[in-house]
């Protein structure tokens, strides 16, 4: 068991098996002093508001994923943004590009990603980034639309997309993947990120880390990403939780 305050920083309660306060319950009892609940479309932005009413400990943010881009039309975006604006909230996304699956075109998805820019600049509130297979063109909208608080969730790039975050200032959260024995790679980018810039997720109920892989998962399992980020960095368990912890209350805006 990891010592220490653990957060999640991004999680999706509302695509969960498991009831959202039973699941909320057992992080607690694991150690979770907090979780982000993203959105990935407007129902389940005001879903996750509800939550972050509802269940202590719980934040809440608003946004449209990337495969879903082609549905961002006028009624999703005006849902949003007024989720956006609401206090409850603490981020805009997820949002991004995600040049692999193509759920949604490269107009489409941009069209949406550069409205989500638009829209943290407006309320200052950090952007919640999906990016896959698309690092070049992300860096080069994030830049264009003038965003400087950005969240990289789920980060899938090497060490070198890792500096080149790290140059902006924006914030690198690993997921369960980090754990598994083929991700090298990611375990490297891991531990170049600086300090202040490191956050974990479960992304729950996706991608379980390795011990549980293959069944759904949950934000109490947050403390495997903290178990090997801390090996990867060389560092303790302890305080990879404490740093990721406090970064997660700063990049999100949070009080202690």
Same mark, same amino acid.
């Given at each position: 068991?990891?010592?220490?305050?653990?957060?999640?920083?991004?999680?999706?309660?509302?695509?969960?098996? %498991?009831?959202?306060?039973?699941?909320? %319950?057992?992080?607690?009892? =694991?150690?979770? *002093?907090? $979780?982000?609940?993203?959105?990935?479309?407007?129902?389940?932005?005001? +879903?996750?508001? %509800?939550? =972050?009413?509802? $269940?202590?400990?719980?934040?809440?943010?608003?946004?449209?994923?990337?495969?879903?881009?082609?549905?961002?039309?006028?009624?999703?975006?005006?849902?949003?943004?007024?989720?956006?604006?609401?206090?409850?909230?603490?981020?805009?996304?997820?949002?991004?590009?995600?040049?692999?699956?193509?759920?949604?075109?490269?107009?489409?998805? @941009?069209?949406?990603?550069?409205?989500?820019?638009?829209?943290?600049?407006?309320?200052?509130?950090? $952007? *919640? *980034?999906?990016?896959?297979?698309?690092?070049?063109?992300?860096?080069?909208?994030?830049?264009? !639309?003038?965003? %400087?608080?950005?969240?990289?969730?789920?980060?899938?790039?090497?060490?070198?997309?890792?500096? @080149? /975050?790290?140059?902006?200032?924006?914030?690198?959260?690993? /997921?369960?993947?980090?754990?598994? &024995?083929?991700?090298?790679?990611?375990? !490297?980018?891991?531990?170049?990120? &600086?300090?202040?810039?490191? $956050?974990?997720?479960?992304?729950?109920?996706?991608?379980?880390?390795?011990?549980?892989?293959?069944? &759904?998962?949950?934000?109490?399992?947050? =403390?495997?990403?903290?178990?090997?980020?801390?090996?990867?960095?060389?560092? =303790?368990? /302890?305080?990879?939780? *404490?740093?990721?912890? +406090?970064?997660?209350?700063?990049?999100?805006?949070?009080?202690?």
């Amino acid at each position: 068991m990891v010592e220490g305050p653990l957060f999640d920083s991004h999680c999706h309660l509302f695509l969960m098996e %498991e009831d959202p306060a039973a699941a909320v %319950e057992a992080a607690r009892a =694991a150690g979770l *002093v907090g $979780l982000v609940c993203v959105g990935i479309d407007a129902d389940s932005s005001r +879903r996750s508001r %509800e939550l =972050a009413d509802a $269940l202590p400990g719980v934040f809440a943010t608003a946004g449209l994923h990337p495969h879903d881009a082609k549905a961002f039309d006028a009624a999703a975006g005006a849902a949003i943004e007024e989720l956006a604006h609401d206090a409850r909230v603490v981020a805009v996304g997820e949002t991004g590009l995600d040049h692999y699956r193509m759920r949604s075109g490269p107009e489409e998805q @941009e069209r949406a990603f550069r409205a989500h820019c638009v829209l943290a600049r407006e309320t200052g509130k950090p $952007l *919640v *980034v999906h990016v896959r297979d698309a690092w070049p063109d992300v860096f080069r909208i994030l830049e264009e !639309e003038a965003v %400087e608080q950005v969240i990289l969730h789920c980060f899938s790039g090497d060490a070198a997309v890792a500096r @080149e /975050a790290a140059t902006r200032r924006y914030s690198c959260s690993f /997921a369960g993947n980090v754990t598994y &024995p083929k991700n090298e790679s990611l375990r !490297e980018a891991a531990a170049s990120v &600086p300090d202040d810039l490191l $956050l974990v997720e479960t992304d729950s109920p996706f991608l379980a880390p390795q011990p549980l892989r293959g069944r &759904p998962n949950a934000p109490r399992n947050v =403390a495997e990403v903290v178990t090997a980020v801390a090996a990867a960095r060389g560092e =303790a368990m /302890a305080d990879v939780a *404490v740093r990721t912890t +406090r970064n997660a209350r700063t990049a999100f805006g949070l009080p202690e």
